[in-house]
């Protein structure tokens, strides 16, 4: 029994043993969860924030483009998009049918998802969203709202989209923003320091973020682009978006309105006026150089561009034969034909070869060398000063001026009236055209020039190539007697390229004579404009310029046969019709270059298109204080001479 | 009958309900369900029912694991009957049934090692129709049924010898070695562990259990090196985090860091229920098995964790306590090994989740979601009961008295 005894003692004294053993363990235990959970519960605090809070990039806002009366050009617009978060689909094909049944997925965007969805789960980045559709209408938007909740994994939201509210009207001065390509992101960041580099790259990725690709949106990308923020996002283990925090202090700064000079209204009108034809027209402030229209139609709906443009659709807007992507007023360069000679007689008096009162007898032709030059009057104008050579635009009467004056004199003069340089104004596209002169043609040509080509030269015809916009600054200058003045498109943003480049004054007197001319061509018997000049609007008329642009030879053949206007050939072998005018003809206030490709006649088509445009400008006082000036609009710089 | 007068437990009670006892055999199995102790019972239920409110908080958000709470209680309900059936057992049969459960459980862990299914880098499942089984599980109930048997046979006056206990050494290491092979350093950490328990409680020297310990102690280097990369890979970053070197917030070390974040945040008194930001949102990876304990840390805070174990150490200390009062040898060290075995799924799943052990993966007892564990943790307490039922019985075949 003690031997028992013992045995009993031993096992309760090790029971014992073993349950003190088990309460210092437990004891342990309970004092390292105090040590977790109280004592360092602040570091631990810390670091479960750190955890779950996530920076996100903020894209800024874009800043809008206004036109001069802060109405709206490119804007940013909330649109309805749909997206696929793969790793919430159980069958990415059935969910990408579903919502196919929804709303009008196209197949072979279908099949690109598809792939897509593959990708991101093979990169372990099925958790970011896959853009479905973007722009969604109202119906689809509302029909996939209610039925995204039965579709695991679609996500139906709202996102800021740029837009351009007035669609076509604006293209080829605005251009469009894009996704950044590689090619952009290189321009973007060139000269940059790398980190720097680095950081516009991630937020270009951003899919809400995109650049200007071309025209205004280009050149005004950082004036426009704002400053990026951050979002606080609650995220899960995943990165799974959980909710987020608003916090004011991250949150983006939004980029800088660009206001431009231009008139809506007056641009819509002037391209309404156009209809169907192709062509450009450029409206400026005679006082100021603000640019108040500018019409390159056809044109593009920058709207398409945003979101990526197809391939197809791409390839139908570049082989259109109207080439809806081609800048025309400010990009497009033709012959300025017989809107030119008011340039020749500036130089013909400026260099003095010829006076306002010489005389030219114009029986139809004209003879130099052993060739024969023709004046579009058959049977010719007769006796002809320098008054009636512009008002009936007599070809005689400038083979003679040219030939006195030369081509030297000539090309000055017009480089004075700022011909030959790109007016880029803050677009892109902007191209100088060309002044011709025997360096020129040494230079590129190898060859000397001849007289002969000085006689072309003085009727606007030859290697001469110039803008709308060139002819639109040309007009005003002589409008505005010479006043030396910049072509404006930016009224508030950055600063364009050409600021100080025309610095050239021109003779008042001269601009005098000139305006005489135009005026004649519009109110006078005999003038090649007669009928345009009243403007409708009771007392005021317009001064203006007729022009031809050949587009071929006529040949001598044809002439023979009577073929001189080419209403019975092909439309793209037909003339561009000009036109260029100021008006109110005793106080100039809007100056008009107005191009209608294959329009045949200066007079028949592009001066009444001039008029109704000038009309709607006086009428609309489309002129009127901007609404980016503070004080009242810019003081005329001949106010204070005497008259 | 000098029994009267032990320091500690006090046998008094159970000698006065003797007369009870001795008519117990004779009851209905109704009647001896209503005898049987209900607190205990209670407890255990409240803490599967917290459980399961925790794997819902936990899992809830995640895609096709929110029913997991119920998939468990569900499990619960049936081995809760299970447990109650087992606690009528009276403890001859369970004596009865040691020895062949030992055998068949051995044989099953040689299975493994020959036709097993590997999972997660080790070998430890049989496929038994569209059933997983993992035998190491079993293996922890046998092994402590089997000592029960072993040292109830064995152990007489004389019992304080040596010899006596080579026999109940090589009942644990047949098993564990069979578990260690497959590897699985956990399962045999606590195999030897309460099966020590066992051995202890039998009576072996202190001298040479002080001899063993120090021994493996000495061992540890060549255990370390006989390890899995993986296993090995878990204790360099369950030292490096001990000695307080900055560890990467990748692989195992994450784990540790994500949970030591979610249980330290959680505070005096936590973050409230489902509003865990670490437990809602993944971060701790496990967080419905193993790593529970971070939910339960975040959404409750200190004073949660704190009455969980409290909850526990009620549980163990009164089943421990049950089996000391137990007659049999049997009884005594079978209850006994039982109550080890659970203490150390719990002691071995704390200990990791709060940066004290390496990870060893070893799921919280009532509180993880699994079934093989809630299988052998309830069978535990069958037995525990079944002890406790069965305290008086003198298991005549003994040649204790």
Same mark, same amino acid.
């Given at each position: ?8 003692? %031993? *096992?309760? +004294?090790?029971?014992?043993? &073993? !349950?003190?053993?088990? $309460? #210092? ?6 004092? /390292? ?106 119906? %689809? *938007?509302? +029909?996939?709202?209610?039925? &995204? !909740?039965?579709?695991? $994994? #679609? ?6 989209? /740029? ?109 309404? +006026? ?128 040219? +030939? ?240 | ?401």
């Amino acid at each position: 029994m003690t031997q028992d005894r013992s045995i009993e003692d %031993d *096992f309760t +004294r090790r029971m014992l043993i &073993a !349950a003190g053993a088990g $309460g #210092v363990v437990w004891a342990g235990l309970v004092a /390292r969860l105090f040590q977790l959970q109280v004592v360092e519960r602040e570091k631990y605090e810390a670091a479960a924030e750190d955890n779950h809070i996530k920076l996100a990039l903020a894209p800024p806002q874009r800043g809008s483009i206004l036109d001069r009366f802060g109405k709206p050009l490119a804007s940013h617009r909330r649109a309805g998009r749909v997206s696929i978060i793969p790793e919430q689909t159980r069958d990415a094909a059935d969910t990408l049918a579903r919502i196919a049944a929804l709303i009008d997925v196209p197949d072979e965007r279908l099949a690109r998802l598809t792939r897509e969805i593959s990708t991101s789960r093979r990169r372990n980045a099925a958790f970011v969203p896959i853009i479905v559709a973007h722009e969604l209408t109202y119906e %689809d *938007f509302a +029909r996939m709202n209610v039925h &995204a !909740a039965e579709i695991p $994994g #679609v996500q139906v939201e709202m996102a800021s989209t /740029r837009s351009y509210p007035r669609g076509r009207d604006f293209a080829h001065v605005l251009g469009y923003v894009a996704r950044a390509s590689q090619d952009d992101l290189h321009r973007l960041s060139n000269g940059m320091p790398a980190d720097e580099a680095k950081r516009l790259e991630n937020l270009f990725r951003h899919p809400d973020m995109r650049t200007g690709r071309q025209g205004m949106e280009r050149f005004a990308e950082e004036w426009l682009r704002g400053k990026p923020g951050f979002r606080k996002l609650v995220t899960n283990a995943a990165g799974r978006v959980i909710e987020e925090i608003p916090d004011d202090k991250f949150a983006p700064v939004p980029g800088k309105d660009v206001y431009v000079t231009i008139d809506s209204e007056l641009q819509r009108a002037a391209i309404e +006026r156009f209809g169907d034809e192709s062509g450009a027209a450029v409206v400026l402030d005679v006082e100021t150089g603000d640019v108040l229209a500018m019409v390159s139609t056809p044109a593009f709906d920058p709207n398409d561009f945003v979101n990526g443009i197809s391939g197809a659709d791409y390839a139908l807007l570049r082989d259109n034969p109207r080439s809806p992507l081609y800048p025309r007023a400010h990009g497009g360069v033709y012959p300025p034909g017989s809107t030119f000679k008011m340039v020749v007689a500036t130089a013909a008096l400026e260099s003095g070869a010829v006076k306002p009162t010489d005389r030219v007898h114009c029986n139809g032709y004209y003879r130099f060398g052993n060739r024969t030059w023709h004046c579009w009057k058959k049977g010719g104008h007769g006796s002809v000063d320098m008054h009636n050579g512009i008002k009936g635009s007599c070809d005689v009467y400038f083979y003679e001026t040219a +030939r006195r004056t030369g081509v030297e004199a000539i090309a000055a003069t017009a480089r004075k009236f700022g011909f030959g340089e790109a007016w880029t104004l803050g677009m892109t596209g902007a191209r100088g055209g060309l002044v011709p002169d025997s360096a020129w043609k040494q230079r590129v040509m190898g060859e000397q020039w001849y007289e002969g080509e000085t006689l072309n030269f003085g009727i606007g015809q030859g290697q001469l190539g110039v803008t709308p916009l060139q002819l639109a600054l040309m007009t005003a200058r002589i409008a505005s007697e010479g006043h030396s003045y910049k072509p404006r498109l930016v009224g508030l943003g950055p600063k364009s390229d050409e600021d100080g480049v025309l610095d050239a004054p021109l003779d008042a007197e001269i601009m005098k004579r000139m305006k005489a001319g135009m005026y004649g061509v519009t109110s006078e018997a005999g003038g090649t404009a007669y009928r345009s000049g009243d403007l409708g609007l009771g007392g005021p008329r317009l001064a203006g310029k007729t022009g031809t642009a050949q587009v071929r030879r006529i040949t001598m053949a044809e002439r023979d046969k009577g073929v001189r206007k080419g209403l019975n050939i092909e439309r793209e072998l037909r003339d561009h019709a000009l036109f260029v005018a100021y008006a109110p003809s005793d106080d100039p206030k809007y100056a008009i270059a107005v191009v209608v490709e294959h329009g045949e006649g200066g007079s028949s088509t592009a001066a009444p298109l001039a008029r109704d445009i000038l009309h709607f400008a006086l009428k609309n006082d489309s002129r009127r204080k901007p609404a980016y000036s503070q004080t009242a609009s810019v003081a005329p710089a001949t106010a204070g001479e005497p008259t | 009958m000098s029994r009267d007068g032990y320091t500690g437990f006090s046998r008094g009670e159970a000698r006065t309900r003797t007369a009870t006892s001795l008519s117990f055999e004779t009851m209905g199995p109704l009647r001896k369900l209503a005898k049987l102790p209900w607190g205990f019972i209670l407890l255990i239920v409240a803490m599967a029912l917290t459980g399961a409110a925790m794997l819902y908080s936990s899992a809830h958000t995640n895609p096709g694991e929110s029913d997991l709470w119920f998939l468990q209680l569900s499990r619960f309900g049936l081995t809760f009957v299970m447990m109650l059936v087992m606690a009528l057992f009276p403890l001859s049969l369970w004596r009865t049934l040691a020895l062949p459960a030992y055998a068949f459980t051995v044989l099953l862990l040689v299975l493994v090692e020959v036709v097993g299914v590997t999972g997660g880098g080790a070998q430890r499942w049989l496929q038994v129709g569209p059933v997983a089984v993992q035998p190491s599980e079993f293996a922890k109930l046998a092994v402590t049924l089997a000592l029960a048997w072993y040292y109830d046979r064995v152990i007489t006056p004389r019992s304080g010898r040596f010899v006596i206990h080579l026999g109940a050494l090589v009942i644990i290491l047949i098993p564990a070695v069979l578990i260690f092979k497959q590897p699985d350093f956990g399962t045999t950490l606590a195999l030897i562990a309460s099966g020590g328990v066992v051995i202890f409680l039998a009576g072996m020297s202190m001298r040479v259990i002080l001899g063993g310990v120090v021994a493996g102690i000495a061992a540890i280097p060549a255990i370390y090196f006989s390890l899995a990369a993986y296993q090995r890979e878990r204790v360099d970053t369950f030292l490096s985090q001990l000695s307080g070197d900055a560890t990467n917030a990748l692989g195992e070390s994450y784990q540790i860091e994500q949970a030591k974040i979610a249980i330290g945040s959680g505070g005096w008194n936590g973050k409230g229920y489902l509003a865990g930001i670490q437990s809602q949102q993944d971060y701790v990876p496990e967080q419905h098995t193993d790593f529970i304990l971070t939910v339960i840390a975040e959404e409750f805070g200190f004073l949660g964790t704190t009455a969980l174990l409290l909850g526990f150490a009620v549980i163990l200390g009164w089943a421990f306590y049950s089996a000391s009062q137990s007659r049999s040898w049997f009884g005594r060290l079978a209850g006994a090994g039982a109550t080890a075995t659970v203490a150390f799924y719990i002691v071995f799943n704390v200990g990791m989740v709060i940066g004290l052990l390496p990870v060893v993966g070893m799921p919280l007892p009532l509180i993880s979601y699994g079934g093989t564990a809630l299988l052998t943790t309830m069978a535990c307490f069958g037995l525990i009961l079944s002890a406790h039922m069965h305290r008086d019985d003198k298991l005549s075949s003994t040649g204790l008295i």
